[in-house]
């Protein structure tokens, strides 16, 4: 780049002139000349979908099954308030409101006001997620500022099909939105831990959930759940499975499992560890539900999630 003489350039470009040599003043000699700031010390989404939901029908398509995934998920609500079930939490979402789903995070949407929304979602990969750790289990009400950001977002990403998208403006527009959420306010106090509606059958899912997350490290039978909760057994599995269409066993199953996707990301445990810890009788019992449900061994997942690998998609979201 060359530097016009500053005899030749207006008042304006004078004084940036002058306030470069300024700052550089204070640059020191780096400690070396060929290792420096990488983008991997960034916030960099990657790898990154966007997508609508307009019909509550596409909103559980197959279930809690779809609702364990390596990815992480940004929902943002337009219009329909609804609420969203993370972890062991329920969300009274409202328009102008957005939720960050972390990687194996159980979720669902249920109760949904009308038959027609306007969600928007966003799905990503990201290396280096602690900048915003703040928004796990903590949905935000967006401001005009990350109301603008988004729209910046979603307008280069709806771009023709005959016009090249800008990535590099896409995964940067999408770090400015994510670190702007860690500053806009959350959703308000009494939207938190809600029973998603008075319907029974509904305050039983809840339960169910409950008490599943919380005992994550055993075996839990279905017995055992019913006996907890007061209900027959033939009662639970008909309740949950025309809830969210999926047996209650393997939503045991997968909650166990993405319990276990959990730990191989984000502890120092070893692979027998979390699978006793996830409630499975032998690590051969562990491995082999694990590469069942993601394709490939709980070894071979800690060690792409570390590299920065690809992961398989195994029929997940």
């Given at each position: ?6 005899r030749n350039v207006n008042t304006a ?139 910046t977002l979603v307008e280069e990403f ?75 057994v033939s009662h639970l599995r008909a ?79």
């Open positions: 780049m060359v530097i016009p003489n500053p470009d004078k004084r940036i002139a002058q306030n470069l040599r300024r700052l550089m003043r204070d640059i020191h000699e780096p400690a070396s000349l060929f290792s420096g700031l990488t983008i991997q010390q960034s916030l960099a989404p990657e790898n990154i979908i966007v997508f609508k939901r307009t019909d509550t029908t596409l909103l559980k398509p197959e279930g809690v099954s779809v609702n364990f995934h390596h990815r992480f998920e940004l929902v943002t609500v337009l219009d329909t308030s609804a609420p969203a079930r993370i972890d062991r939490t329920t969300y009274d979402l409202h328009p102008g409101e957005c939720a960050l789903i972390f990687p194996n995070q159980f979720h669902h949407f249920m109760d949904v006001s009308r038959t027609t929304l306007d969600w928007l979602f966003i799905t990503f990969e990201l290396k280096n997620p602690e900048a915003i750790r703040a928004l796990q289990n903590s949905p935000r009400v967006l401001d005009s500022k990350g109301l603008q950001t988004l729209h709806v771009k023709p099909q005959h016009v090249q998208r800008d990535t590099l403006e896409i995964a940067y527009q999408l770090s400015r939105l994510l670190l702007h959420l860690c500053n806009c306010p959350p959703v308000p106090a009494e939207r938190r831990d809600i029973h998603s509606s008075d319907d029974v059958r509904d305050v039983i899912l809840e339960s169910i959930n409950k008490y599943v997350r919380s005992n994550l490290s055993r075996a839990v039978t279905i017995s055992d759940i019913a006996e907890e909760l007061g209900y027959s309740v949950f499975r025309d809830r969210l269409g999926v047996s209650l066993g393997k939503y045991m199953r997968e909650s166990r499992l993405s319990q276990a996707a959990q730990f191989l990301q984000q502890s120092e445990f070893n692979v027998s560890e979390i699978g006793e810890k996830c409630g499975f009788e032998s690590l051969y019992a562990f491995s082999r539900a694990f590469r069942k449900a993601y394709g490939i061994p709980p070894r071979t997942y800690r060690q792409l999630v570390q590299e920065g690998g690809v992961l398989p998609v195994s029929g997940k979201k």
